[in-house]
């Protein structure tokens, strides 16, 4: 993946297993959220190749009815939450329903007061984001993320933006998602709750994947090796 002349990732080889729960982590710049916005095709990679499910795109031959197919099977959950500010939480959580799915009025609507109240958020259905908190806004933004059944949520440090005593509340929200046989990637440096939820972690540094394993022996804080240290310069 490159922008312009400067080659941001390099030599990822990466493979996800259905329905796991994927952390990743590394320094800051190191290519985390480049690598994420690859996966759901927001930036088009430069070389190589990317597959969800029966859905592949090459970099060689990049056609919009692909970049369609994969994106219709992945969503992304930002740091700034992205919801449409000129639509209630309901709505906002309606709209993948109503846009992509040509799913009836009625039946958007009864779907994603379900979502939402799964997400103890049926209260505030008929407000707009600027009314609501970054945690509520979060939660909603998640929701939509997953009312279409997405084979695939790409989650882009879904808790930075959040004020400290909001940040629980939204890890919940991830955590009881996990449970379900949804396929995650996370990147974050929530290293503890990682350690939790993730089954597998992968660590970046300077646009390569310098290591991956089993998310509790990778962000373990044993040990004096570079993970390690990161890890322990997180928690
Ligand atoms: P991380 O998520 O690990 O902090 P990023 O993926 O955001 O890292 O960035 C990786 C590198 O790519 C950084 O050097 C960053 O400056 C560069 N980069 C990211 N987005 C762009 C862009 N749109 N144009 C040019 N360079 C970018």
Redesign the pocket.
């Given at each position: 993946m490159q922008?312009?002349k400067?080659k941001?990732?390099n030599n990822i080889n990466l493979e996800i297993p259905e329905g796991s729960v994927t952390a990743i982590v590394?320094?800051?710049?190191?290519?985390?959220?480049?690598?994420?916005?690859t996966l759901n095709l927001l930036?088009l990679p430069s070389d190589g190749s990317i597959a969800i499910d029966d859905a592949q795109i090459d970099a060689q031959h990049i056609e919009r009815a692909k970049i369609k197919q994969i994106r219709t099977k992945s969503t992304m959950v930002f740091q700034q939450f992205n919801l449409f500010k000129n639509l209630t939480a309901l709505e906002n959580v309606m709209s993948p329903l109503v846009y992509n799915k040509k799913t009836k009025l009625n039946e958007a609507r009864k779907t994603a007061l379900a979502v939402l109240k799964d997400f103890g958020l049926e209260k505030i259905a008929a407000q707009y984001p600027v009314t609501l908190s970054g945690g509520q806004q979060q939660r909603v933004s998640i929701a939509r993320a997953i009312v279409a059944k997405p084979k695939v949520v790409l989650f882009?440090?879904p808790t930075s933006a959040l004020d400290p005593e909001l940040v629980a509340g939204v890890l919940n929200a991830i955590a009881k998602l996990a449970e379900q046989d949804i396929t995650m990637v996370i990147?974050t440096h929530e290293i503890e709750f990682a350690r939790q939820i993730a089954d597998q972690a992968i660590f970046?540094e300077d646009?390569e994947i310098v290591d991956q394993g089993v998310a509790k022996e990778l962000l373990s804080t044993q040990g004096n090796g570079r993970i390690a240290n990161f890890v322990n310069s997180l928690v």
């Open positions: 922008f312009g400067k941001v990732l590394g320094p800051s710049g190191s290519g985390k959220t480049t690598l994420l916005r930036q882009d440090e990147v970046v646009g």
